[in-house]
Protein backbone atom coordinates (compact mmCIF):
# COMPACT_ATOMS: atom_id res chain seq x y z
CA UNK A 1 0.00 0.00 0.00
CA UNK A 2 1.32 3.30 -0.64
CA UNK A 3 2.72 5.76 1.59
CA UNK A 4 0.20 8.75 2.12
CA UNK A 5 2.18 12.48 2.97
CA UNK A 6 -0.68 14.77 4.60
CA UNK A 7 -0.01 18.74 5.15
CA UNK A 8 -0.03 19.65 9.14
CA UNK A 9 -3.16 21.10 8.73
CA UNK A 10 -4.78 17.87 7.40
CA UNK A 11 -3.40 15.61 9.96
CA UNK A 12 -4.59 17.94 12.72
CA UNK A 13 -8.41 17.91 10.82
CA UNK A 14 -8.11 13.94 11.12
CA UNK A 15 -6.46 13.83 14.35
CA UNK A 16 -9.68 15.82 15.63
CA UNK A 17 -12.35 13.66 13.32
CA UNK A 18 -10.54 11.13 15.09
CA UNK A 19 -11.15 12.04 18.84
CA UNK A 20 -14.49 13.68 18.70
CA UNK A 21 -15.35 10.05 17.54
CA UNK A 22 -16.48 10.32 14.10
CA UNK A 23 -13.76 7.79 12.81
CA UNK A 24 -11.57 5.58 14.40
CA UNK A 25 -8.48 6.04 12.73
CA UNK A 26 -6.89 7.53 9.92
CA UNK A 27 -7.85 4.56 7.27
CA UNK A 28 -11.51 5.44 7.99
CA UNK A 29 -11.01 9.15 7.12
CA UNK A 30 -9.01 8.09 4.16
CA UNK A 31 -11.89 5.55 2.70
CA UNK A 32 -14.15 8.29 3.80
CA UNK A 33 -12.66 10.73 1.29
CA UNK A 34 -11.96 8.66 -1.30
CA UNK A 35 -16.50 7.70 -1.08
CA UNK A 36 -17.03 11.39 -1.48
CA UNK A 37 -14.49 11.94 -4.58
CA UNK A 38 -16.54 8.58 -6.19
CA UNK A 39 -19.99 10.33 -5.48
CA UNK A 40 -18.86 13.83 -6.63
CA UNK A 41 -17.79 12.08 -10.09
CA UNK A 42 -20.22 9.87 -10.63
CA UNK A 43 -22.67 13.39 -10.21
CA UNK A 44 -20.44 14.35 -12.63
CA UNK A 45 -20.69 12.14 -15.08
CA UNK A 46 -24.84 12.07 -14.39
CA UNK A 47 -24.70 16.27 -15.37
CA UNK A 48 -22.71 15.51 -18.46
CA UNK A 49 -24.97 13.00 -19.66
CA UNK A 50 -27.81 15.72 -18.44
CA UNK A 51 -26.37 17.96 -20.45
CA UNK A 52 -25.66 16.20 -23.89
CA UNK A 53 -29.37 14.89 -23.43
CA UNK A 54 -30.67 18.40 -22.82
CA UNK A 55 -28.67 19.38 -26.10
CA UNK A 56 -29.86 16.64 -28.00
CA UNK A 57 -33.54 17.56 -26.87
CA UNK A 58 -33.19 20.80 -28.00
CA UNK A 59 -31.41 19.63 -31.50
CA UNK A 60 -34.42 17.78 -32.17
CA UNK A 61 -37.24 20.06 -31.16
CA UNK A 62 -35.69 22.52 -33.92
CA UNK A 63 -35.86 19.62 -36.60
CA UNK A 64 -32.20 18.55 -36.21
CA UNK A 65 -33.04 14.89 -36.52
CA UNK A 66 -33.80 11.47 -38.56
CA UNK A 67 -36.64 9.63 -38.61
CA UNK A 68 -36.11 6.56 -37.04
CA UNK A 69 -37.02 3.07 -38.80
CA UNK A 70 -36.53 0.23 -36.75
CA UNK A 71 -36.59 -1.71 -38.83
CA UNK A 72 -33.83 -0.66 -41.03
CA UNK A 73 -32.09 -0.64 -37.75
CA UNK A 74 -33.18 -4.39 -36.99
CA UNK A 75 -33.92 -6.44 -39.90
CA UNK A 76 -33.94 -9.70 -38.15
CA UNK A 77 -36.42 -8.40 -35.33
CA UNK A 78 -39.12 -8.05 -38.48
CA UNK A 79 -38.79 -11.31 -40.40
CA UNK A 80 -41.45 -14.26 -39.61
Known sequence: MPNIHLT???RDY???QIRSGA???LSEVVR???RLLM???GA???YALK?????AATAAEAGAFAEFDPQAFEP???TS
Not at 51 to 55: C, G, Q, V, Y
Open 39 to 41: EKD
Open 44 to 46: RQF
Open 32 to 34: AGI
Open 51 to 55: AELEA
Open 23 to 25: YAN
Open 76 to 78: DAF
Open 8 to 10: DSM
Open 14 to 16: IDG
